[in-house]
């Protein structure tokens, strides 16, 4: 699988998305985040995570105006709360986020949880929000079901479903029906939020391909066709886990990364 830096997926409404993005859930508000995003942009990332929840979405929208990058060249997503779910207040918390971003649209608006019995009506404010303040549109912590719903209901297909994704969390049907429904599965946390960065098999594969272990990681799931949102506020450990395109990962070694599942969900530690 030959990719680089500037490689895109094509979602199921014909854009194109960064493969690599950086998150910057849990950043501090303000000039870390800032700062952190600015350099980013300057070593050839193209695509921010953000969120309202993030409470740094202004921090984001001010780095991206003031990178010197065409707006068009950059992919922000950002998400609507669960608080904020229901037709009419998903259409204003979009619009809330479209001002602190200080953008006039976001390329990707994702619906941040599912939360029960709301599902329908923020799906259908989320396909009127695809007119003009998103490019594209999507769930994140999804479950078969819940995008199962989505799709008995509605005939605009989610484009992403974002969920924690790594080895240890290998959600094997889940990637397949995303597969089998053109929708792209999208990994945050593959780096196991650190908890997992020692271990042997890990270790092994840093000596034989002379990499990290989070490179090793971000690469296992470059390599099962997921855009992948590795975090970082360090400025080595973002232009780090850049470096994962000078390498692949051997057919035997994404097996064994494969075989490592252990249903461990870190998002809540």
Request: glycine share 6%; proline share 3%; with cysteine.
């Amino acid at each position: 699988m030959l990719l680089t830096l500037q490689s895109r997926a094509i979602l199921n409404n014909g854009i194109e998305i960064p493969r690599l993005r950086l998150g910057v859930y849990q950043a501090p508000i303000g000039e870390t985040t800032f700062r952190v995003i600015r350099y980013a942009l300057k070593i050839g990332y193209r695509h921010i995570d953000t969120a309202w929840l993030y409470g740094n979405e202004g921090d984001v929208g001010r780095a991206v105006l003031e990178s010197g990058i065409a707006r068009e060249e950059i992919f922000i997503t950002t998400k609507v709360w669960n608080s904020d779910q229901g037709f009419d207040s998903t259409l204003a918390a979009c619009e809330r986020s479209l001002r602190r971003l200080g953008l006039s649209y976001v390329d990707l608006y994702l619906i941040h949880w599912p939360v029960q019995g709301m599902g329908k009506d923020t799906w259908k404010a989320m396909v009127q929000l695809l007119r003009a303040e998103a490019r594209a549109i999507g769930g994140s912590n999804y479950e078969i079901s819940n995008l199962q719903e989505i799709l008995q209901n509605f005939d605009v297909v989610p484009a992403i479903n974002l969920v924690e994704f790594h080895p240890f969390l290998y959600q094997k049907e889940l990637l397949q029906f995303c597969k089998n429904n053109n929708i792209q599965l999208e990994a945050y946390s593959p780096l196991t939020r650190g908890n997992k960065l020692n271990h042997p098999a890990l270790k092994a594969l840093d000596k034989k391909y002379g990499k990290t272990s989070a490179q090793i990681l971000i690469r296992w799931s470059l390599q099962h066709d997921l855009v992948a949102i590795p975090k970082s506020t360090h400025e080595n450990r973002i232009k780090e886990n850049s470096q994962v395109f000078d390498f692949q990962l051997e057919e035997k070694d994404m097996k064994l990364l494969d075989s490592l599942n252990e249903d461990l969900h870190t998002v809540f530690l």
